[in-house]
């Protein structure tokens, strides 16, 4: 009788250690695809590279898939590593994950975030090899930038600082990385040509844009943590039109008559999240010189609701 209830009895503790692991591995997935974006958890910016880069054949099947799993596993690492390194502005700011309420979560969270890291790494290595591509050269570029970004356990510790502790190395960081991921992404896919040079000086007014935004939603943290990031040093008026001008940009770049030229006029296209932009956030926010208030919020989103829109469309002009 005693044998059959100390069985049952761990039976019933297996199965709720087994249930909070299960959660503790869904939170950590979350952290991973935390903030989500157009990289991750859906990998609609490896897609559309893909789609546009005129390669949709049965035969580049596996290439897709692996160009998804890069893209996801270093969006994966990096978000995570990000939130590993961040639990002091975390705790400052209020946020309540599973890093900042379980101690013992935080190792585990730590080396899920490296393992992402040098697991993408490894692959982007063996597609170099095999696809006689030098994918490695940008991807590690964009591995250094975004592991020092956030990096408090040990770069920070041997210079003295990290990328994301001061806006001017936040410009610098998220500058070399969008194009260098972009490129990256890219040679998965296709060969370096034009193509891939545009999109990349595109999608690095199309970063920079977006890090202000970010920035806006940090600044309590970020200023209680004694950070000088954009959205402490700046206004978010400031914020806002500068993000809104490099937005003009990046849609300038992907609708420019040498960009017409190279990926046809099916890339008139975006002209739709374009004037979408233009009207809904552009000009409202300059006919009243950028003077932001809470109603604006709605404004504001307009930045993300067409840059997002973008990247669909850029996939979808593929197809033609």
Request: proline residues 3%; hydrophobic residues 50%; contains cysteine.
């Amino acid at each position: 009788m005693r044998k059959r209830c100390s069985r049952k009895w761990s039976l019933v503790a297996f199965k709720h250690n087994l249930q909070l692991c299960w959660i503790k591995a869904i939170e950590i997935f979350k952290l991973c695809s935390t903030p989500a974006s157009i990289i991750s958890p859906a990998p609609f910016f490896a897609i559309s590279l893909f789609l546009v880069s005129n390669e949709i054949n049965i035969n580049n099947f596996s290439i897709f898939f692996s160009g998804i799993v890069v893209s996801l596993f270093s969006s994966f690492g990096s978000n995570l590593w990000n939130h590993c390194n961040d639990i002091k502005e975390d705790t400052a700011q209020g946020k309540k994950t599973i890093l900042t309420q379980d101690i013992s979560i935080q190792r585990i969270a730590l080396f899920t975030a490296i393992l992402f890291y040098l697991t993408s790494i490894l692959i982007v290595f063996y597609l170099s090899i095999e696809i006689k591509r030098p994918i490695y050269i940008y991807f590690l570029i964009w591995s250094l930038t975004t592991w020092w970004y956030s990096d408090n356990i040990i770069l920070k510790k041997i210079t003295g600082f990290r990328l994301k502790d001061h806006y001017i190395t936040e410009l610098i960081t998220y500058g070399v990385a969008w194009p260098m991921y972009t490129l990256s992404l890219w040679l998965i896919f296709s060969d370096l040509n034009i193509n891939g040079l545009i999109l990349s000086v595109a999608f690095f007014f199309f970063g920079i844009s977006l890090l202000l935004l970010k920035d806006l939603k940090d600044i309590s943290g970020d200023r209680k943590a004694g950070l000088k990031t954009l959205g402490v040093v700046f206004s978010p008026s400031r914020l806002i039109r500068f993000s809104s001008i490099l937005m003009v940009f990046y849609f300038i770049i992907m609708l420019n008559p040498l960009t017409i030229s190279v990926f046809g006029k099916a890339n008139l296209i975006l002209l739709v999240p374009f004037i979408y932009f233009l009207k809904n956030t552009y000009m409202p926010m300059s006919k009243k010189n950028w003077k932001l208030e809470i109603r604006d919020i709605k404004v504001i989103r307009g930045i993300g609701y067409s840059s997002f829109a973008s990247i669909i469309f850029i996939g979808l002009r593929g197809f033609y």
